[in-house]
């Protein structure tokens, strides 16, 4: 059973070359764990059979033990009273009691050596794949943490580069939107000198007294005074008189 247990721990050091625990290494330890709580369990259903074992033994012993001093009690008792022939029997009897005596206390003893021996190992074992599997976590928790802060450096690089791409972009588009202005506002300046002004303000002239015709007539035609013949008539009119001196009473 102890050479069981190595094998299995063994086997669980060399599950971590596998490229399955590569993908998820967590995972695989959690079912190596629970792969060996049963391993475990059956070990120690091992042991108790041995310890089932070790405490037959002592019993045995124990009652061993017991006839063989009833016997000895008893012989002496058969020798003083005289009885040889029966003294004779139990001394014989005697003899396979300790014979067995003996056996079962060698039996005990290894057994009980083999026993403690299994627990050591038990335990030893056990430490040994719990320390490895606390190993294995925190080599998990730092590639992790390695791994994150890579990605990190990474789309920092990644940023900084598209930030200097985009600038250049922009700078592009920069230029181009100058090089657009500077042409439109060149043909607006070849457009505006092909213009005829002078074309332009007889037109404006034009629509001017057209327009203070069109008033006149409308004017005359609804008895419309228009400012322009009501000033004469204002300044032909006389001024009104004032009386000098202090006015008289009848």
Do not use: C, W
Not at 4 to 27: D, K, T, V, W
Not at 129 to 147: H, N, P, T
Not at 168 to 187: I, M, Q, S, V
Request: aromatic letters at 4%.
């Amino acid at each position: 059973m102890f050479k069981r247990l190595s094998n299995l721990i063994r086997g669980f050091l060399s599950l971590f070359i596998s490229g399955l625990e590569r993908e998820n290494p967590r995972a695989l330890i959690e079912a190596e764990k629970e792969n060996l709580r049963k391993q475990i369990g059956k070990f120690n259903d091992s042991l108790a059979s041995q310890a089932g074992f070790i405490e037959r033994l002592m019993r045995q012993v124990k009652n061993l033990e017991q006839k063989e001093r009833e016997l000895t009690a008893r012989i002496s008792a058969n020798i003083k009273a005289g009885n040889r022939a029966i003294a004779g029997q139990m001394a014989l009897e005697l003899q396979t009691v300790k014979e067995q005596l003996e056996e079962n206390r060698q039996q005990l003893e290894a057994a009980d050596a083999s026993f403690k021996k299994m627990e050591k190992a038990r335990d030893v074992s056990v430490q040994e794949a719990q320390e490895k599997i606390e190993k294995l976590k925190r080599l998990i928790s730092e590639a992790e943490m390695m791994e994150a802060q890579a990605e990190l450096q990474e789309m920092a690089k990644g940023m900084i580069t598209g930030v200097g791409n985009s600038g250049d972009t922009l700078n592009r588009l920069e230029e181009y939107l100058n090089e657009r202005r500077d042409k439109a506002a060149g043909r607006a300046r070849v457009a505006a000198s092909g213009i005829d002004t002078r074309k332009i303000e007889m037109k404006e002239a034009e629509q001017a007294a057209l327009a203070e015709q069109a008033l006149a007539e409308f004017e005359a035609s609804y008895g419309f005074v228009s400012p322009a013949a009501e000033k004469p008539a204002a300044e032909s009119q006389p001024l009104p008189q004032k009386d000098l001196g202090p006015k008289t009473t009848q």
